[in-house]
């Protein structure tokens, strides 16, 4: 009975394997994927202040002059998570990862399966 659980446990470890290692990087791009995340947390530390503006105009566009306070409210609040996430890229940059945040004043497009 042990060997037959052994025998079932060694095969699911033995058929898991390739998937285990199909997404192996090279030294080159893991290079490029930190200094990539480098350069986006400094993009988004610097212009954070553009969310501002950029949201009020947008609310702007759409409530009219009205839309002027809840435009200044959420963009110093996305000024503030833009600031705090590329203080967190720059800070944990040797692990490289995809965009989290859009580029200032993008919309965000919506994802094609």
Known sequence: ?????????TLVMISAAPFLFAEEETVGDYMYGIGTKFGRGLENVVTSLAEVPCTVHSDMSDQGGAGF???FGKGTLF???????GVTEVGTFFIPMERTIPRV???EEPKVA
């Open 105 to 107: 004043c993008h919309k």
């Open 79 to 85: 000024m503030l998570r833009r600031m705090l996430v």
């Open 69 to 71: 306070f809840s435009g």
């Open 1 to 9: 009975m042990r060997s037959r659980a052994i025998f079932c446990f």
